[in-house]
């Protein structure tokens, strides 16, 4: 295979010029005309060309052309086929590039639509669970909100019972109370009726000490019982205390659920921006999937024209043969002329002499 850059052509154009100076066209003088190429490649192309020129004699002893016009016609013939196969091998090599380039573009294209579907999948996995995360939270909001009336509820319950307890604490109080002003009016009476009736006072005395005992007692039992009311009245303060603390806990977790709610709804705000943002890029992808329509049919135009360069080339090669043809038959008319003037000339002659 010729390197690049060392052409028939040029070894012909070379071997050509040597020839009309007298001079034997030999490898190595073609290499310094050159300035390079292998031994190989030189070679090649000069047995090539004296394979040519050999054929190009032949013909111009066989037609009676000059071989120099020959030359000429076979030179200027060569010239414009490597110049429509230079012309041939840019358009493959521009439409090569081009497909190649589109190709890309086709890849990158396709990867970046990849990319944002991809994108647009977790951008969709991430909406779908901010959306259960704030169902979740909206149920444990609700879930809250009703805990939080059956506590206010119950501690209303236990609010109302303390006032029922304090009011019997007080009724006990008032019982007591008067239970102490009838015995100190028993009394009265009692040394009152003792100067006029002792004897009746003595029989008495033993149920007033039974009834004072019983009293007592009484007195005795609602001491206890109010001491227990109060125990019972302290542990009520104290769960309601607690139960306040809890109500302030839940308060503070309905903040929290409330200010995660917010971020959820923020992060579904983003997500509508990523997904405007995605239908801008599929926008602007089929945008380009057009521009590479457009290029595609630019590519259809241009294989055209070559197939429209190709039969220019091949109604020239018609041509050149058809000319050919011309010109074989131009040289049988010139040769029967050349002969029927010379037998003209042979009888002219006969005739005078």
């Known amino acids: 295979m010729a390197r690049p850059g060392v052409t028939y052509h040029e070894v012909s154009m ?21 300035g390079t190429g292998s031994n190989s490649t030189l070679g090649a192309h000069l047995r090539t060309f004296k394979e040519r020129k050999t054929q190009t004699q032949q013909l ?4 009676n052309i000059p071989e120099e016009l020959i030359a000429v016609i076979k030179g200027l013939w060569e010239r414009v086929m490597n110049q429509s196969e230079d012309k041939i091998q840019i358009i493959q090599q521009e439409t090569a590039q081009n497909i190649m380039q589109l190709k890309q573009e ?3 294209l396709l990867q970046g639509n990849a990319d944002w579907q991809q994108q647009f999948q977790k951008t969709k996995q991430e909406r779908d669970a901010f959306a259960h995360e704030k169902s979740t939270l909206e149920q ?3 879930n809250s909100k009703i805990e939080a009336a059956a506590m206010t509820e119950k501690l209303n319950g236990l609010e109302q019972k303390v006032a029922e307890k304090q009011i019997r604490i007080d009724e006990l109080h008032k019982q007591h109370k008067q239970t102490q002003a009838n015995l100190e009016h028993y009394r009265t009476a009692s040394l009152e009726q003792r100067t006029s009736d002792q004897q009746r006072f003595e029989q008495q005395q033993k149920l007033s000490e039974q009834a004072i005992l019983q009293i007592n007692q009484k007195v005795t039992q609602a001491n206890q019982e109010n001491i227990t009311l109060e125990k019972k009245s302290l542990k009520i303060i104290f ?3 607690k139960l306040k603390s809890d109500f302030n806990a839940l308060n503070t977790q309905h903040g929290l659920i409330t200010t995660r709610l917010n971020d959820a709804q923020n992060e579904l705000a983003k997500t509508a921006q990523n997904l405007e943002q995605l239908h ?5 992808f089929n945008e380009q999937h057009e521009k590479l329509i457009e290029l595609q049919m630019q590519h259809a135009l241009t294989q055209q024209q070559l197939e429209a360069e190709k039969l220019k080339y091949k109604e020239a090669s018609e041509q050149n043969k058809a000319l050919a043809a011309e010109k074989w038959i131009l040289g049988q008319e010139k040769s029967q002329l050349y002969g029927q003037l010379k037998q003209f000339n042979l009888s002219l002659e006969n005739n005078i002499a």
């Open 60 to 63: 111009a002893t066989k037609e």
């Open 106 to 108: 086709v890849q990158s």
């Open 280 to 284: 801008s890029f599929q926008i602007k």
């Open 239 to 241: 769960e309601n205390e």
């Open 14 to 34: 070379i071997a050509q010029r040597l020839t009309a100076t007298g001079k034997n066209p030999t490898i190595d003088a073609i290499r310094i005309e050159l």
């Open 140 to 142: 444990l909001l609700a």
